[in-house]
């Protein structure tokens, strides 16, 4: 949780105990919708409205320290921000994964190839986990 409250206030953002229980719930999940999040969220403070939760979001995402995760299929999820990576989606069982290389070189070589300037990307790939292979 510390390093939360230090990513806060090099925001310039109070760090309250409902964006400390939101960043603290979505870094033990990994990627997590809003719903399941407001579930878990409610157990710890039971007076926060979703309102709130919806409000704080947004000012987390505005201030680069989460991410919207978009997935097909699936409802939008949230993410601490992180470097550029690459979203591993199971067709199974819905899990998502991270998965850090350096897609740069891609990036470029589409960029080169098309001669389309790419500003951000988000990528998804489809498949099954290692979990329901087994």
Same mark, same amino acid.
């Given at each position: 949780?510390?390093?939360?409250?230090?990513?806060?206030?090099?925001?310039?953002?109070?760090?309250?105990?409902?964006?400390?229980?939101?960043?603290?719930?979505?870094?033990?999940?990994?990627?997590?919708?809003?719903?399941?999040?407001?579930?878990?969220?409610?157990?710890?403070?039971?007076?926060?409205?979703?309102?709130?939760?919806?409000?704080?979001?947004?000012?987390?995402?505005?201030?680069?320290?989460?991410?919207?995760?978009?997935?097909? !299929? +699936?409802?939008?999820?949230?993410?601490?921000?992180?470097?550029?990576?690459?979203?591993?989606? $199971?067709?199974? =069982?819905? &899990?998502?994964?991270?998965?850090?290389?350096?897609?740069?070189?891609?990036?470029?070589?589409?960029? !080169? +190839?098309?001669?389309?300037?790419?500003?951000?990307?988000?990528?998804?790939?489809?498949?099954? $986990?290692?979990? =329901?292979? &087994?």
């Amino acid at each position: 949780m510390e390093r939360f409250k230090d990513v806060l206030k090099a925001s310039n953002l109070k760090s309250t105990h409902q964006r400390l229980a939101i960043l603290d719930s979505i870094d033990q999940f990994g990627h997590i919708d809003i719903d399941t999040l407001f579930d878990v969220i409610i157990r710890k403070y039971p007076t926060m409205s979703k309102a709130t939760l919806y409000r704080n979001i947004n000012d987390l995402i505005n201030f680069h320290i989460l991410e919207e995760v978009k997935l097909p !299929h +699936q409802k939008q999820q949230y993410e601490i921000k992180k470097v550029p990576h690459i979203h591993l989606l $199971c067709s199974k =069982c819905g &899990s998502v994964e991270d998965i850090f290389i350096d897609t740069k070189p891609l990036l470029e070589a589409i960029s !080169h +190839q098309s001669g389309f300037t790419i500003n951000s990307s988000f990528m998804v790939m489809n498949g099954i $986990c290692q979990h =329901c292979r &087994s």
